[in-house]
Structure formats: C-alpha cells, structure tokens
C-alpha cells in the first residue's frame, strides 16, 4: 500500500456565493451543477421529511449533504467519505453549512473491516473500491464529447487523469451506521460510491429496510448492475425510478430514486 494522499485543499466560490473547499474545483463545479440540476437529488431534497435523518454515503466533499441541508435545515445528516483528503474537505463544508452534521472517514459496503481503494488525485470523484482506468477514462470521454469538447483536447485532458494509488480505508457497512449513531429511522439514503452501489445495499440487515423511507443513487450500469439495484429496492417495498442526464447518454451512469410514496 502506498501512504495516504497528501493533495492539498483549495476552495471554490458556488454560484450561490458560498465558498467550499474541495481538491479539486473543475470537478467540484461539475458536481454541483449535477446536485442543484433538476434530477433526482433535488427532488429527494425537497421530499425529505424536514425533520428527518440523511445517510450520505460516498459524500465526496459534502456537495449533496450542503444542497440538502439548505432545503432542510432542521435535517440530521451522517456523512460517509473514505478518502483522508477528500474527508478533509467534507469536514469543513459540513462545519461551515451543515448544522450538526456529522462526518465519518470510512467506506460503506456489505462487511464491515477494511478494503484497498483507488484513489485518483486528479480525479476524487471516481476513486473507488472498484476503480476500472480503461472504463473511466471512456467514460469521461463520452461526458466530453457529449459537451462538444474535441477531440484532441479530450486527449489532452484524459491523459493521466486516472492514474491512481491505493490505500486501505476503513469500511462500515448502512446497518453498522444505524446502530453507531443510534439513528431510529433514516428519511433518505443517499448513495454515490463509484461501482460500489450494490454492496452498500448488501449491507442493510433486513431488520433495517423498513426504517428507510427513499434511496437516491448512482448506478453504474455494468453487468445488471442498475436492474440488481432496483430489483432490491423494489422488494424492500419502495418504488422506483430510473433517469440518465443528456450529458451522460451513452454511458453506463444512471440516476435511481425509490420511495414509499
């Protein structure tokens, strides 16, 4: 294993006027745009009980538990992010914006103990347990294509973007999270973890699954994946829909929201 990544923090200024910190700001604005657009994270925002409890699983530095608290201030949301530079980060944003929130450096999947992960320095947003360089790199070849970016430039700016180092991170499983911070009952289980998707819902006890009222996530679509994800939705009672951004069309990312409405 190598040591832990030491890339340092920058801030980036929202549209908003808010200043975050973040590793890197191209990335970060791209996520914001993705979490204050008009897709499912902002409808499970403006659904959420205002009183209720967020998981934000692979939180990342914290984008979706700000817009979400924004919307909700009165909402207690538990913050899961692995990666040491990246968790820096979440904890800060959360300080700043998120009243009460709470910041866990650790992964979510099916056991709990500890997994090698990939990190991407230039790329956080796609370090994984499950990262695919080849598949990555098409995927952000299709994103850049899809917003007329040329060619040449998309080589130029893929070139090493990828390039990752492993570390081992600690892992928690969705149940182990219910009973560390004694949450009763989780108003929406948020879920972006990068090929890891399944696996957080492995991780629910069936004792649990009735104490979550929605699940937002993104799935990729590799082997069944999105059809395994909301199959298991489906049977724990809660129904489900599926959408892709125009800007992600041709690729395997899909957006899933499932509730007991």
């Avoid at 919307?71 to 913050?79: E, G, K």
């Avoid at 530079?85 to 866990?104: K, P, R, S």
């Avoid at 009763?184 to 890891?196: F, G, H, N």
Wanted: net charge negative; with cysteine; aromatic share 6%.
């Amino acid at each position: 294993m190598t040591g832990l990544p030491t890339v340092g923090r920058r801030q980036l200024r929202l549209p908003d006027g808010r200043l975050v910190w973040c590793t890197r700001p191209g990335e970060a604005s791209l996520m914001w745009r993705e979490v204050s657009g008009d897709g499912f994270y902002r409808r499970a925002a403006r659904q959420l009980r205002p009183d209720g409890v967020m998981f934000d699983i692979g939180a990342n530095i914290g984008l979706v538990s700000i817009a979400v608290a924004a919307a909700n201030p009165d909402v207690r949301i538990i913050a899961a992010e692995p990666v040491p530079d990246t968790f820096e980060c979440l904890l800060a944003n959360l300080g700043q914006y998120v009243l009460g929130g709470v910041a866990v450096r650790t992964a979510v999947a099916a056991t709990a103990g500890a997994q090698p992960l990939t990190y991407y320095p230039d790329a956080p947003g796609n370090s994984s347990l499950y990262a695919d360089r080849q598949a990555d790199d098409a995927l952000t070849r299709t994103f850049m294509r899809n917003g007329g970016v040329d060619e040449e430039s998309i080589d130029l700016l893929i070139g090493g973007l990828h390039e990752g180092r492993t570390i081992e991170v600690p892992v928690t499983t969705v149940s182990g999270l219910f009973r560390e911070y004694g949450v009763e009952r989780v108003a929406l289980l948020k879920v972006d973890v990068e090929r890891a998707e399944l696996d957080v819902l492995r991780g629910i006890e069936a004792a649990d699954w009735p104490r979550i009222d929605a699940v937002v996530a993104e799935v990729h679509d590799e082997q069944g994946r999105l059809a395994e994800f909301c199959d298991l939705l489906a049977a724990a009672g809660l129904s489900v829909e599926t959408r892709q951004d125009p800007s992600l069309g041709g690729t395997e990312l899909y957006e899933v929201y499932g509730d007991r409405s």
